[in-house]
T-cell receptor
Framework: AQSVTQPDIHITVSEGASLELRCNYS??????LFWYVQSPGQGLQLLLK??????LVQGIKGFEAEFKRSQSSFNLRKPSVHWSDAAEYFC????????????FGIGTKLQVIP | DTAVSQTPKYLVTQMGNDKSIKCEQN?????MYWYKQDSKKFLKIMFS???????INETVPNRFSPKSPDKAHLNLHINSLELGDSAVYFC???????????FGQGTRLTVV
């Protein structure tokens, strides 16, 4: 079965600084990979996804993520963080091929300080 | 126009009661899900339906029973509520299982 590790439970960055949130997965083949964001009191919103092709994927709100097969990683990045980016970020993985369960990481809480 | 809507948003009830949470999606998706998010924000799938058929049924007490009257609706009924059932329950939908999902706003269930 697949698994997802988000090693950072809580990250604090200054507004305007760059951001990288880490995600490592465990799965035998190339999986489907996702990043979701959850603002307080809200449901999850998809930031970006990787299914195949270009390993650098662009998402909404200026986020991007890079799939690195050799490191089993799918880290999320943003060059300049805004105060409104403060939220919980979830990495998720599903086996490719459809009809499969999505497994979520435990989430990374991002705090943005002025 | 909300894509995935679930009601109620908040639900406070006593132990032993039976309650239902309703979910509707207007995205035309074939797959719907129920997730449970605990107090530590851990998100775990409970059920998944594809074209009204149950395709994922995780290890969930049989007090929890999903019902999908049609592809646009997936309701969750919970019998004999326990304190440990307190959590936020999210409904979601996707075009196919295992692809990107759209989530509802969540239902915060508190059992007292």
């Amino acid at each position: 079965a697949q698994s997802v590790t988000q090693p950072d439970i809580h990250i604090t960055v200054s507004e305007g600084a760059s951001l990288e949130l880490r995600c490592n997965y465990s799965y035998g083949a190339t999986p489907y990979l996702f990043w979701y964001v959850q603002s307080p009191g809200q449901g999850l919103q998809l930031l970006l996804k990787y299914f195949s092709g270009d390993t650098l994927v662009q998402g909404i709100k200026g986020f991007e993520a890079e799939f690195k097969r050799s490191q089993s990683s799918f880290n999320l990045r943003k060059p300049s963080v805004h105060w409104s980016d403060a939220a919980e970020y979830f990495c998720a993985v599903a086996p490719s091929g459809g009809y499969q369960k999505v497994t979520f990481g435990i989430g990374t809480k991002l705090q943005v300080i002025p | 126009d909300t894509a995935v809507s679930q009601t109620p948003k908040y639900l406070v009830t006593q132990m032993g009661n039976d309650k239902s949470i309703k979910c509707e999606q207007n995205l035309g998706h074939d797959t719907m899900y129920w997730y449970k998010q605990d107090s530590k924000k851990f998100l775990k799938i409970m059920f998944s339906y594809n074209n009204k058929e149950l395709i994922i049924n995780e290890t969930v007490p049989n007090r929890f029973s999903p019902k999908s009257p049609d592809k646009a609706h997936l309701n969750l009924h919970i019998n004999s509520l326990e304190l440990g059932d307190s959590a936020v329950y999210f409904c979601a939908s996707s075009q196919d299982p295992g692809t990107e999902a759209f989530f509802g706003q969540g239902t915060r269930l508190t059992v007292v």
